[in-house]
């Protein structure tokens, strides 16, 4: 067995003290940066290769850009600055030239720069007393390693490691595991598909490559590996929960689905059409659905759902379509209802009965008395057929006759709570469930995020629209603008929305002109516009502190006609809907994320006339650009703009606490690995459905009970 190639389990199971060079202080070090094993110390990257080659000498620095050198240290000094600050001097050079590097309050430098130490600097060359100079740059520390591609560690100045300890320890794991080599538990035929390095190859290039494309080549290789263990306990989930829930088998192709789509006034777009035969393969499937529609706002949501509830309605089951609040519900139930205006379920023939009408009903707080109970009564004798309402929809009380559809409109929203609740609302079966979303995360995200449902994504807007015009209006010049652009629209018939970040006159409240910052408050932006810019015009306040009596008041009047501005807070986020609505005015843009202010735009651009978005920010005082809001002026596709939020914000807003098991990504990257994520997830189908518990494959199993967290790998063991 000793010859066996070395796996990760074991070399888990060799503690870090017994490597060469590593004593009791080192290991208690080690240890206070999360390093025990072998294996801990092997999966500790390099955060950069410096490639000695490619690296600028001093005699090509030039002053005014940023630069990395390779060298040594010449000398060093210490001397106390005013404030009695110190400032540590050191000459460098290369043999090509010689090089200040400064630093301010960081005395320690004084003893880390001992002459003859190889550093890397990186860092903005300016010129001072006539020579070059670098102050407080990057420093690494690259001891006397002679490589010509220099991994640089991450070290720490607490814990005293160093790059070149690590990397010692690191060759020293590497070559005594060599001899055995490192065992490979990813299928053959996969690593061949893909074109993957032998994971021991890659293992000791990550650490000592010999080019960066070898490196890059290595990378690839573990990267894949921890996405793959990542899709693996996902995807095994999903398979898991197929297996174990009964589901309903839907008639598809129908005679009501038919008589709907017939009776449309338009066309199904193509990205409909996919995702409603995409939705229809679950329905007719014996499992339950578990899926979620990602469609920007106004990409024609509302049909795809509709689609489904219908197919279990002629079924003889029902549908329910649940929004996140009471006005929302309302409003869904107002457009299904005109969607399905005179629809008449088909008795196929086989009734004495001719055709009956198709039954919509809403259930809201707001139904009350014998209203409520008429609707509850039909409900549970299987008179109604599509019953719209909240979240309370699947609380006590409610009951269906025969539940076999269920949509939930705004994902967030809807935990697993009421996932439960829904199941024990049907009794045995579970209904199929569409959760539909119009906050688009992007495709590789959505994968990792929502692993164990399957994601459908209608990714094209019905033809005819007229994009948003979005225009980021810096300072009171071009904020004026914006007023006389609402002026214009509502000279014209038409109304607007003026979106605010806080309802309240904030604390940092200054009369400086210079603090223009200034937070816009809705009450306040409300007197001053009524008062001033927006004079004459018939203004409304909307916000999430006035009783729900004067807001529905409000919201009625805007949506009648009898307003013409809307004033309000981001409560108007979320689905509200005035075709007549033409122009938006957020104030403080620079407030919000890109998926906000995409959400707020929303709210315009829903009828026939041309719409714009003015994005309303003080005046820079720097030339500091925003990529947010460039991107926002740039780009009216939800999932482009979700893509530039991941790139600039990175994955850790989306890798919240719901998925924090997924720490075994130390490599790959949601944001830079898209591709690898798709290739991960096809390759964990294809190994998981020839292996559904991966019996043929024990090595891999284990890697998933080694390195992903306990509460992704629980159900593993129920097979
Ligand atoms: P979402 O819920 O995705 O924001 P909706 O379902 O509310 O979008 O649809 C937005 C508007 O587009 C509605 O007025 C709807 O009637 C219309 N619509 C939907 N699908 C199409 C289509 N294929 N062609 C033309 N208009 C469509
Ligand atoms: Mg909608």
Known sequence: MADAPITLRELSEIDVGRLRGVGERKRAALASVGIDTVLDLVTTYPRRWVDRTNEARVADLVTGLEALVLVEVR???KRMGRNRRAIVEAVVGDGTGRLHAVFFNQPWRERQFTPGLQVALFGKVDSYRGGLQMTNPVVDLIGDRTGRIVPIYPQSEKAQLSTWELAGWVENALERSRPRGLADPVPASVRQRLGLVDRGAALTTIHLPESIAAKERARRRLAFDELLRVQLALVMRKRALERESIGLRHAIDGELVRRFHAAMPFALT???????????????????????LQGDVGSGKTVVAVTAMLAAVQGGHQGALMAPTEVLAEQHYGSVTALLGGLEVPTNGTSLFADRPLRVALLTNRVTGTERKRVLADLAGGEVDILIGTHALIQEGVEFHRLGVVVVDEQHRFGVEQRAALRDKAGGTVPDVLVMTATPIPRTAAMTVYGDLDVSVLDELPPGRTPIVTRWAEGPLLEAESWAAVRSE???GRQAYIVCPLISPSESRSDTASEKLEVASAEETYRRLAGDELAGLRLGLLHG????????????EFRAGLLDVLVATTVIEVGVDVANATVMVILDADRFGIAQLHQLRGRVGRGVHESQCWLVTGQRTDDVPNPRLEALVASTDGFELAEIDLDLRGEGTLMSSAQKGRSDLRLASLRRDRELVRLARDAAFDIVDADPVLAANPALLDELHLLLTAEDTEFLTRS
């Open 490 to 492: 509502v000279a014209a």
């Open 270 to 292: 193509s990205a409909q059409l996919r995702t409603i035969a995409e939705i229809d393969e679950d329905l007719a499937a014996p499992h339950p659905m578990h899926r979620l």
């Open 545 to 556: 502190r006035l009783p729900a009596k004067d807001k529905e008041a409000t919201m009625g």
């Open 75 to 77: 000398s060093v000094h």
